[in-house]
């Protein structure tokens, strides 16, 4: 399985992205998926997680209420709506397919990443 991250982007602080991440060479279906990013000269994070079935979802404190996690297994795709954003949100963001977890290590496929840079 591949994972095709998307939609990444220069912003002004307060501002929206939706990042997208599609798979392909196999299905996704059965996997959670998350999304992690990694700021420079600091470790990947944990961002969110959904569920295979859509219907559980896990943020990182202090992206709730700004972010939301999304898939639609029949595009093979999920999907990161990113409101409110911040200069701290900068980071290359990753997709990850696996188990359900706020772990890297818990995760089997990952995505390239794409660069979010939220200006001040």
């Known amino acids: 399985v591949q994972l095709q991250a998307s939609g990444g982007g220069l912003v002004q602080a307060g501002g929206s992205l939706r990042l997208s991440c599609t798979a392909s060479?196999?299905?996704?279906?059965?996997?959670?998926l998350g999304w992690f990013r990694q700021a420079p000269g600091k470790e990947r994070e944990f961002v969110a997680s959904i569920a295979w079935m859509g219907d559980t979802t896990h943020y990182a404190d202090s992206m709730k209420g700004r972010f939301t996690i999304s898939r639609d297994n029949a595009k093979n795709t999920v999907y990161l709506q990113m409101n409110g954003l911040k200069p701290e949100d900068t980071a290359v963001y990753y997709c990850?397919?696996?188990?359900?977890?706020?772990?890297?290590?818990?995760?089997?496929?990952w995505g390239q990443g794409t660069l979010v840079t939220v200006s001040s």
């Open positions: 060479g196999g299905t996704i279906k059965r996997h959670a």
């Open positions: 990850a397919a696996g188990w359900d977890s706020y772990y890297p290590y818990e995760y089997t496929y």
